[in-house]
């Protein structure tokens, strides 16, 4: 089995790095390389905004957590869903004009900045310090789920597994920037939907059918098939709200800013969402009838977030197999290569050139953004090496960073003339800082995703801020009316 299992992992990342060297050729400049050029396609957008999205968590946390709680973890999918479809109506296409409108800004720190003409860079940095500091975490959390899929695969250490799936990732970041980590997505989106279709049919298939499943299930804990069992309203209110983190993640936003026509974002909206739906309905099922195959077959899980790889191997054939475990590293590398990619574009645009040496060449750019990559990849590895890591745990603190931080002012900056510079660097920091502090605290109230009163004190900052703080020039206005416009042709 190992044999065929290398054939096909092997074969998976030569695909994946020849995409790589094909775009390294392809890169010319930095726009090239941190937003493709905004040559994007809807599907290539729509599938690559969804598989960025997805990462780890949708084939080894979110199946893990059906697995251990039942039904009741299907509400996160419910607010997850909500959230992605309100973000591709009302913040894709503004998003899109917008940024496009404001100097052809290219990062979300390059966005805010031009929006309130920032002219002390305040805001870039900020922003930065933001994005570096969640990003490290996220990007972590996909390189736990890389090494869990390496060791328990082919028995190897957990610090060699760790070792090995990271070089994969930062390859082809490194050389071929975002049209070979968009077009790499999107080749794994279509793997990790077709996997997450195939196994759950099969294993229902397996167990004698749905009825048969189910009956299964109960006999090994009723509490299963119930929707609120053992869920307290904070519980619930907590799965609901990381729909709200859609609205503030940069990995998620420069897929909208980097759609060739913002005429299309409907079709790449049709796209994404039916992409997503199908990913959480298996994604969902994988762990919920997969609790019943494991037990039936007398198998002794001890981490429930395992649970896809351990129905890849009994289940199927080890072709088959193969192509299922590398539907788990897709997941992983199409949000870990987008979150390094916008860590260093960060870095690169917004604090190097920006700030340290605004005369750099096109190419002194690009090469210093690969180095980035690097650098963060090194930080993100040395935070990994702890084997006892959840991916969903720190999924959560770093979605919860992001939406809090950024979801209140790029909503508002999009739908409101009125909101300030000022207004927006406290939304930002009075976001983060919420969400770090809330982390630490435990017990009643406390337990309540962090999210979510981050990002309601973030907005309230926000507004009032700007209303009592100095107003804006008439600039900023006659900027916000200008995309107005053309939003209303």
């Not at 089995?1 to 290398?6: A, R, S, V």
């Not at 037990?295 to 981490?303: K, M």
Request: with cysteine; charged share 15%; net charge negative.
């Amino acid at each position: 089995m190992q044999i065929e299992l290398l054939i096909s992992f092997l074969g998976y990342m030569l695909v994946m790095l020849a995409i790589g060297f094909y775009f390294y050729f392809k890169t010319s400049d930095l726009s090239d390389y941190v937003l493709g050029g905004r040559g994007l396609n809807p599907g290539v957008t729509a599938l690559s905004a969804g598989a960025s999205d997805m990462s780890g968590w949708l084939l080894l946390g979110l199946p893990g957590m059906m697995y251990s709680d039942g039904l009741v973890g299907s509400w996160i999918a419910v607010g997850l869903v909500i959230g992605a479809y309100v973000n591709w109506k009302f913040v894709a296409k503004r998003l899109r004009v917008y940024t496009h409108h404001l100097n052809d800004a290219i990062t979300i720190p390059d966005y805010l900045a031009n929006r309130f003409e920032d002219r002390g860079n305040v805001i870039r940095v900020v922003t930065a310090v933001v994005i570096l500091v969640f990003y490290t975490l996220y990007t972590s959390s996909g390189l736990v789920g890389g090494a869990k899929l390496f060791e328990a695969t082919f028995n190897i250490a957990y610090s060699d597994a760790l070792l090995i799936g990271s070089f994969i990732i930062v390859s082809y970041t490194f050389l071929g920037g975002y049209n070979a980590v968009s077009w790499t997505d999107f080749i794994q989106g279509i793997l990790m939907m077709l996997a997450l279709v195939i196994t759950p049919l099969v294993v229902i298939v397996e167990l004698g059918g749905i009825t048969s499943a189910l009956n299964t299930i109960e006999s090994i804990d009723p509490t299963h098939l119930d929707v609120v069992s053992g869920a307290s309203i904070i519980s619930i209110i907590s799965l609901l709200t990381w729909g709200l983190g859609y609205f503030g993640q940069p990995h998620i936003l420069v897929r909208f800013m980097s759609i060739r026509d913002e005429d299309e974002m409907c079709v790449a909206k049709n796209i994404g969402m039916g992409w997503m739906g199908i990913s959480i309905i298996g994604s969902l099922s994988v762990g919920f009838f997969g609790l019943a195959y494991v037990v039936a077959n007398g198998v002794d899980l001890h981490d429930s977030e395992k649970v896809f790889i351990t129905l890849s191997q009994l289940v199927f054939n080890p072709w088959i197999a193969g192509f299922l475990l590398a539907a788990i590293l897709a997941a992983i590398m199409s949000t870990v290569d987008s979150q390094l990619l916008v860590s260093s574009s960060v870095l690169t645009r917004d604090i190097y050139h920006a700030i340290i040496h605004k005369d750099a060449s096109d190419k002194e750019l690009v090469w210093v953004g690969r180095a980035t990559v690097i650098g963060i990849a090194v930080i993100a590895w040395y935070l990994s090496s702890d084997e006892n890591s959840s991916v969903l745990s720190l999924v959560a603190y770093a979605w919860a960073g992001f939406g809090a931080a950024f979801g209140p002012i790029i909503i508002l900056s999009l739908y409101s003339k009125n909101i300030t510079r000022t207004g927006a660097i406290s939304g930002m920091v009075v976001g983060a800082m919420t969400v770090i502090i809330y982390k630490q605290l435990e017990g009643g109230v406390f337990d309540l995703f962090e999210l979510l009163p981050g990002f309601i004190l973030s907005w309230i900052s926000i507004v009032l801020v700007s209303k009592y703080g100095e107003e804006n020039p008439s600039s900023i206005h006659k900027n916000f009316d200008e995309v107005q416009s053309r939003l209303n042709k």
